[in-house]
């Protein structure tokens, strides 16, 4: 085999074991695949599956009480298993990068971005100054303006696409055969996503590197990579080109998987989402038979004693079931069925926020974070909030809550009166009214605790219930919540992430609010376990007639959870309508760009709209319509010098743009611009 076609990455039954207490605990369990020269590769699967602990093997980098319990690692043909540490670590500086999830903790906050950048090229012996000159180089590809400045920043200065634009550009330094992408875009916005995806794309075409891509995202995979795997329990369960294997699923786990996604512009008010039953198998267990069987709802006698075999299917598409030909006709966990919502008809809103503004003090800078914002939520509506990071969304929801105060002048009532801007000045009625649930439940839950006691607690503080009637209510929240009751006693590091984010709605739901505030709740939780936590809020919101302010970056589970959407930039209200009038044209151009970064899972991508530029400073906003230095159908000098007013373009649809509804209606039934066009007279700060 010449060098040209040694694939860039092979595995062959490749084994790995965690030792707890002094057992061998299986994790990988004979997982073979291979990547192609120039190939991108997707690795999908729920947490706990392996797909980290694969990327970990690969660069050996496995925590003290993993080892690899056999098989076979060859990058670019060489045998990893026999290298010395000094092999390894010139493996690592020359051949394999690896792109962590989360770049702020992937850099070091103590040391200025060109000095790290720059540490790459001084490791494999260039000068001082040639490193800085490389450095400076990568930054400037890796499509960053100005990167002597961004040179000069700590990690702590930059954005969350910044910081994955420094973290790629240093793992492309080296020129490496292999890159590995450990969840890249998790948590960004979805324009930042998109802009990282496309640099991905480029640079791999640029340098002709392989990408192993691990994502529980399948649309970003869909988008990202020619071939998937598909990881559960340790097993490699289904392998094909992507396109196949998405639109012809052969094994009941992948099935499953993409029935958990809220496609074709799906809503809670039309269809529920199917979930998969059931969690992943104990660390260690020991599976004699298919490793799916317990959840599968084809599984039969054989499934439990005789393990399958990865059955060829043609064309590079491989199933690991015994019933591979019947895997779509799957039963549904979850009924289809939707029942009528509660919606109470007196017209009065539950919440109304008239002239909301919030300016902090940074630095010497007055920055105005939301300015002017007014709008009202319906009861038993959910009004989702977009935007991009730094676009004032969580503002919003901390003046409504009180816990932050807005600026005098800023209104906000709940069914009709007035509420204290601060929470400490609230009735308990009102702190029982407006509840939160937020992104990440490891830190809104006490570690501490068991769920009993964070429940318990939150019901004494909130209602006052004490004694045995506190004790029915606790069960009755686990229940509403699908809680197993016989893991109250549990603390949540005993529990999955979907699980703890059950404990965090049943907590918010305790005092039974009025208005329960959704702070990306789905953001870090697994297709599967994201669908059963959209299920969930659909079913209270239906059952109790509770309003919810839903928040995320995720535009599909936005789309199919809310009634009404708002758009918010630079802390103003940009649109605000009906979600299928907001996510079908006419809409504003940031709402068009916002939804042309967003990919699909079904590969139909829509023409991308590229916004030049980050976000301008709230310290110092652009003048005229805060949108202009960025938007992709500038028109020109009343854009620069005139604010547009938030006007009814349709029925209960509201715009802020210089461009009537019929003009925007015709531009964007044709093709649009591929990028913004900037302004002369005015630069973003």
């Not at 695949?33 to 590769?41: A, D, P, V």
């Not at 009735?427 to 318990?456: E, G, K, M, T, Y």
């Amino acid at each position: 085999m010449s060098a040209a076609t040694v694939p860039a990455l092979e595995l062959d039954d490749l084994g790995v074991a965690y030792t707890v207490r002094g057992i061998d605990r299986p994790v990988l369990r004979g997982v073979t695949l291979s990547i192609g020269e120039g190939e991108s590769y997707g690795l999908v699967g729920e947490s706990g599956c392996g797909k980290s602990t694969a990327a970990f093997a690969l660069m050996r980098y496995l925590p003290r009480n993993g080892k690899i319990t056999g098989g076979t690692i060859r990058i670019a043909g060489q045998e990893l298993m026999g290298l010395s540490e000094d092999g390894v670590r010139k493996l690592r500086a020359t051949q394999v990068s690896m792109v962590y999830q989360n770049p702020g903790a992937a850099l070091n906050p103590s040391l200025r971005i060109g000095e790290q950048v720059a540490e790459v090229s001084r490791l494999l012996g260039a000068s001082a100054t040639s490193a800085g000159e490389r450095a400076e180089e990568m930054l400037r590809r890796v499509q960053i303006s100005d990167p002597a400045r961004v040179m000069r920043r700590y990690p702590h200065q930059l954005s969350g696409g910044m910081q994955q634009r420094v973290v790629i550009g240093m793992a492309l330094a080296k020129d490496p055969t292999l890159l590995i992408l450990d969840e890249p875009t998790t948590g960004l916005d979805a324009t930042v996503e998109a802009e990282v995806l496309d640099l991905i794309a480029t640079l791999r075409t640029e340098f002709g590197t392989s990408v192993l891509f691990i994502s529980h995202n399948l649309a970003v995979i869909a988008k990202m990579c020619e071939r998937v795997g598909i990881l559960y329990a340790g097993r490699l369960v289904e392998e094909g080109p992507t396109r196949t294997l998405f639109d012809d699923p052969r094994h009941p786990y992948t099935v499953g998987l993409l029935r958990c996604i809220p496609k074709g512009g799906l809503r809670k008010d039309q269809h529920r989402l199917d979930t998969i039953p059931g969690f992943l198998p104990q660390l260690g267990v020991e599976l004699p038979g298919c490793v799916f069987t317990d959840r599968c709802g084809l599984a039969r006698e054989i499934c439990h004693e005789h393990e399958p075999e990865l059955h060829p299917l043609g064309g590079g598409h491989a199933s690991r079931c015994h019933f591979h030909e019947e895997a779509q006709t799957l039963p549904r966990t979850t009924p289809p069925h939707v029942a009528a919502p509660q919606r109470e008809s007196n017209g009065v809103p539950v919440v109304r926020a008239e002239h909301m503004a919030k300016t902090f003090r940074q630095e010497g800078h007055d920055v105005r974070a939301l300015d002017d914002l007014s709008i009202e939520i319906r009861p038993g509506e959910t009004l989702g909030l977009v935007g991009e990071s730094g676009s004032g969304k969580t503002t919003f929801a901390r003046l409504l809550l009180g816990l932050t105060e807005p600026d005098q002048g800023s209104v906000v009532e709940l069914e009709g009166h007035p509420l204290a801007p601060r929470i400490a000045k609230r009735s308990a009625d009102d702190v029982r009214a407006l509840q939160i649930v937020f992104q990440n439940p490891d830190a809104a839950l006490n570690r501490r605790f068991s769920v009993r006691r964070i429940i318990n607690r939150a019901l004494t503080k909130l209602v006052g219930t004490k004694g045995s009637a506190r004790d029915t209510r606790l069960r009755e929240l686990a229940h509403s919540v699908r809680f197993d009751v016989r893991l109250l006693g549990a603390r949540p590091a005993q529990l999955s992430g979907g699980l703890k984010q059950r404990v965090a709605i049943a907590r918010a739901f305790a005092g039974d609010p009025r208005v329960v505030v959704c702070d990306e709740p789905t953001s870090a939780l697994d297709v599967s376990v994201q669908a059963a936590i959209l299920n969930l809020l659909a079913d209270l919101q239906r059952d109790k007639g509770v309003t919810y302010l839903f928040i995320s970056h995720d535009l599909g589970v936005v789309r199919y959870l809310s009634d009404r959407i708002a758009v918010l930039y630079l802390g103003r209200l940009m649109e605000v309508g009906a979600a299928e009038t907001v996510f079908n044209a006419p809409h504003h151009p940031y709402t068009e760009a916002l939804l042309s970064a967003v990919p699909t899972v079904e590969g139909e991508e829509r023409p991308r709209i590229r916004l030049e530029g980050e976000i301008p400073s709230a310290a110092d906003p652009p003048s005229g319509c805060v949108f202009h230095t960025r938007c992709p159908r500038y028109l020109g000098a009343i854009c620069e010098e005139q604010e547009p007013p938030l006007a009814e373009v349709e029925r209960g649809h509201f715009m802020r743009c210089h461009i009537p509804v019929d003009e925007l209606r015709r531009l964007q039934a044709e093709a649009p611009p591929p990028r913004a066009r900037q302004p002369e007279s005015k630069t973003t700060s």
